[in-house]
């Protein structure tokens, strides 16, 4: 039985909200990966993969607050922090430099790592009969698994 925000029980909620705040913090993790390669993006793929990692950090700043205020509709807490997003992010940083090629790989993994998280949440939000955060989880999985599929057709 499909159920709105308010009519879903508090432990759903909470389930929710916690698969919620996982994709959260991973696309903001995401995010700021993909703002660090498009300044730093050298070589002859330069300008596709500036233009690619921009596409990637705007669509994902603002999915982060999307999924935030899905949180927020069921009564939850966001994390706002980047610290406490680290910590959560089953993405990592990339510090210091990288090849064009190293940036897509560890880009391509991110996306792939997005996907089956807010594939998850989607899951469970739908076990819960909450159809309007699956539905966003969906969107969301689609987005990311676009993006991969972008960053793999750059390796050949």
């Known amino acids: 039985m499909t159920q709105t925000a308010a009519a879903l029980s508090t432990d759903a909620k909470a389930q929710i909200v916690e698969a919620l705040n996982q994709s959260v913090a991973e696309t903001a993790v995401t ?7 498009h300044w730093n993006v050298t070589g002859m793929g330069f300008a596709p993969l500036h233009h690619l990692f ?14 935030a205020e899905r949180v927020k509709i069921l009564g ?9 997003m680290l910590k959560r992010s089953k993405v990592a940083e990339h510090e210091g ?6 940036m897509i790989e560890t880009m391509l993994a991110a ?4 996907a089956a998280t807010v594939a998850g949440a989607g899951e469970l939000a739908a076990g819960h009969g909450d159809a309007l955060t699956e539905d966003l989880c ?8 676009k993006f991969a599929w972008f960053l793999r057709a750059h390796l050949g």
């Open 54 to 67: 921009e596409e990637i950090y705007e669509d994902h700043f603002a999915a982060q607050d999307e999924l």
């Open 138 to 145: 969906i969107a969301r999985g689609q987005k990311h698994e």
């Open 31 to 37: 995010t700021m990966l993909a703002q660090n390669f």
């Open 97 to 102: 430099t990288a090849t064009a090629r190293e």
């Open 76 to 84: 939850g807490f966001a994390e706002g922090t980047l610290a406490g």
């Open 111 to 114: 996306q792939e790592t997005l």
